[in-house]
């Protein structure tokens, strides 16, 4: 088994998490805006996109619920091994890392281009 240091496998997944509980938040904001959208217009055209931003609001939410747990259990299992080899790990920690990076990444940008669809989407309906 080969050991690197703790430094090496992770660091930085706190900054992640304080941006997913933002993404969060935000999310929640923009299904309070969604509804406000739909309270104000009856135009049946508009279904279809406020169905589908519900939608992707309640996904999203999810993602992050899911990438959260994830970084937490990562962090946890990190601090463990750390712990058992005196500030070493595994150096399968460093590829779970990266992983979870790519995903964190992949998640933030699906998040942004809603953000800026939706944001679209209101300015026309507001």
């Known amino acids: 088994m080969s050991y690197t240091t703790i430094s090496n496998a992770g660091n930085g997944y706190d900054a992640w998490l304080k941006a997913l509980s933002f ?25 279809a996109s406020i169905e589908h931003f519900q939608n992707q609001f ?9 990438l959260s747990h994830n970084i937490k259990e990562f962090a946890h299992f990190l601090a463990s091994d750390a712990q058992q080899h005196i500030g070493y790990v595994d150096s399968r920690f460093g590829d779970l890392r990266k992983k979870l990076e790519e995903e964190y990444t992949t998640l933030e940008k699906i998040i942004n281009e809603l953000r800026h669809e939706f944001n679209v989407f209101a300015a026309q309906w507001m």
């Not at 309640?58 to 899911?66: A, G, K, S, Y």
């Open 58 to 66: 309640v996904l999203q939410r999810t993602n992050i619920d899911t």
């Open 23 to 47: 993404y969060k938040d935000e999310l929640l904001v923009a299904t309070r805006r969604l509804e406000e959208v739909a309270g104000k217009n009856t135009e049946p055209a508009l279904g």
